[in-house]
């Protein structure tokens, strides 16, 4: 059992997290970020208002079921989405649901996201699109949705937003930010051209970069003034020299 410096560590990086994406764009007043707790069948999930004005100590504590064990809450009306994804994929740490403007105009579009360039070049295996457009707030509709997700890493619901799977919550965020960036310019390249996958496309996400993004996620806590300098600095973990992955 994961004891309480855990759990409350585990609370601050989600707050860490949700700060980045909020600065980055991909979350606003909606939209919410969760993440496993290890060696349990319950999650952490920000509460039913902007995630970005959430403390530690207004994070929830949620079981598989959907029900909140801890928390003032409310949780967010969309929860199932995370409690589908958890019961279905062990290999999930971590989930973000969000409205980011650039992947809900992706979603309209038939042909999905092309590997083209290296944002979405992680994202090889594909992302579904999912057809409904609905709020997914039913055990019935997220059974669908995961079903549609299946293996892959995030899934496009059409005209409504998206979501991002990953080994952790660093690693979720990052790939949510590069799954937008890679919209954004997939959209704008299709205004004058044709995107082709990139010759190497196959090779996919590298798992370790996001289960350590030593580089990316540091940048990001620096650049939005998450933590300060010495505390980012204190706790990289870099790889060592001539190790590359």
């Not at 920000?46 to 504590?61: E, K, S, Y």
């Not at 969309?78 to 958890?86: D, W």
């Not at 979603?107 to 996201?113: C, F, K, M, S």
């Not at 030593?214 to 940048?219: D, E, L, N, S, T």
Request: charged residues 20%; aromatic residues 6%; proline residues 6%.
């Amino acid at each position: 059992m994961t004891d309480k410096i855990d759990i409350e560590a585990l609370k601050q990086r989600l707050v860490e997290g949700i700060q980045v994406v909020s600065g980055e764009g991909i979350l606003s007043g909606s939209g919410h970020l969760s993440v496993r707790v290890p060696g349990t069948e319950t999650f952490l999930i920000n509460p039913r208002f902007a995630g970005v004005l959430a403390d530690a100590g207004d994070i929830c504590t949620v079981d598989f079921s959907g029900k909140r064990i801890g928390g003032a809450g409310p949780i967010p009306s969309e929860s199932v989405i995370h409690t589908a994804i958890y019961r279905q994929r062990p290999d999930v740490s971590s989930v973000l649901h969000c409205h980011a403007r650039y992947s809900v105009l992706m979603g309209l579009q038939e042909g999905g996201l092309i590997p083209f360039n290296r944002e979405a070049r992680i994202f090889a295996d594909g992302v579904p699109i999912f057809p409904d457009s609905h709020g997914i707030n039913s055990e019935a509709l997220a059974a669908r949705m995961v079903e549609a997700l299946g293996p892959h890493h995030a899934i496009f619901l059409r005209g409504h937003g998206c979501v991002v799977t990953g080994p952790g919550i660093e690693g979720t965020c990052i790939s949510a930010i590069q799954l937008e960036r890679a919209c954004e310019d997939q959209l704008f390249l299709m205004s004058f051209s044709t995107p082709k996958p990139l010759p190497d496309a196959g090779r996919g996400r590298v798992k370790e970069r996001l289960e350590n993004p030593y580089r990316a996620w540091p940048f990001l806590l620096y650049k939005h003034k998450v933590k300060s300098k010495a505390e980012i600095r204190a706790a990289i973990r870099t790889l060592d020299e001539g190790e590359h992955y």
